[in-house]
């Protein structure tokens, strides 16, 4: 059974730093690209970053480049995010899913930036 | 960047009885390669989204069949043939063909 996990969110200040951690199971990670997307509370979602199935390559929205970096450890089948310079409007939950057109997704970990 | 609208904003609908949500996107979705990535997920309430179809109409495994994904260029429309009451949630169009990807804003279907 395919899995996702997502973990690390939490309350952080403005300006502040987190870094989130998708834990995958259940299929070959090597073989997917993988995504993240978040979802500010009470709205839409919001494709964020990808990055390719060796690492070799990583995209990012104009609302996240130069602040988020997205990486991956295929040896421990997990994706990062890691997120600098958080603004209150970054407040969402963050999902990591699986490959471009996101066949699958996490249950989401929730990023909190607030003073 | 490639503007999806969907419609209606929300879809009143009875047990039973078809439903349709369409999405249309600012420029065509066919991609070099003859293929056309758009996408449809459900995001029932207090839950992750989940894909029902992609590129138009392919239905993703464990999908019910009442689910169809059809059209082309730019418009699209999903529609479920006869709504359960487990249909109720948001719905969500994804165009994947043009940098950067982009969503629709939702569909919330409701009894």
């Known amino acids: 059974e395919v899995q996702l996990v997502e973990s690390g969110g939490g309350l952080v200040q403005p300006g502040g730093s987190l870094r989130l951690s998708c834990a995958a199971s259940?299929?070959?990670?090597?073989?997917?690209?993988m995504t993240w997307v978040r979802q500010a509370p009470g709205k839409g979602l919001e494709w964020l970053a990808n990055?390719?199935?060796?690492?070799?390559?990583?995209y990012y929205v104009d609302s996240v480049k130069g602040r988020f970096t997205v990486s991956r450890d295929n040896a421990k089948n997990s994706l990062y995010l890691q997120m600098n310079s958080l603004r209150v409007e970054d407040t969402a939950i963050y999902y990591c899913?699986?490959?471009?057109?996101?066949?699958?997704w996490g249950q989401g970990t929730l990023v909190t930036v607030s003073s | 960047d490639v503007v999806m609208t969907q419609s209606p904003l929300s879809l009143p609908v009875t047990l039973g009885q078809p439903a349709a949500v369409s999405c249309r996107s600012s420029?065509?979705?066919?991609?070099?390669?003859?293929?056309?990535?758009l996408t449809w997920f459900q995001q029932r309430p207090g839950q992750s989204p989940r894909r029902l179809i992609y590129?138009?109409?392919n239905r993703d495994s464990g999908v019910p069949d009442r689910f169809s994904g059809s059209g082309s260029g730019t418009d699209f429309t999903l529609k479920i043939s006869r709504v359960e009451a487990e249909d109720v949630g948001v719905y969500y169009c994804?165009?994947?063909?043009?940098?950067?990807?982009?969503f629709g804003g939702g569909t919330k279907v409701e009894i």
């Open positions: 899913a699986r490959e471009r057109q996101l066949a699958r």
């Open positions: 259940g299929f070959t990670f090597t073989s997917y690209s």
């Open positions: 990055i390719k199935e060796d690492g070799s390559e990583k």
């Open positions: 420029q065509s979705l066919v991609y070099r390669d003859g293929n056309t990535y």
């Open positions: 590129e138009v109409s």
């Open positions: 994804l165009q994947a063909t043009l940098w950067p990807p982009t």
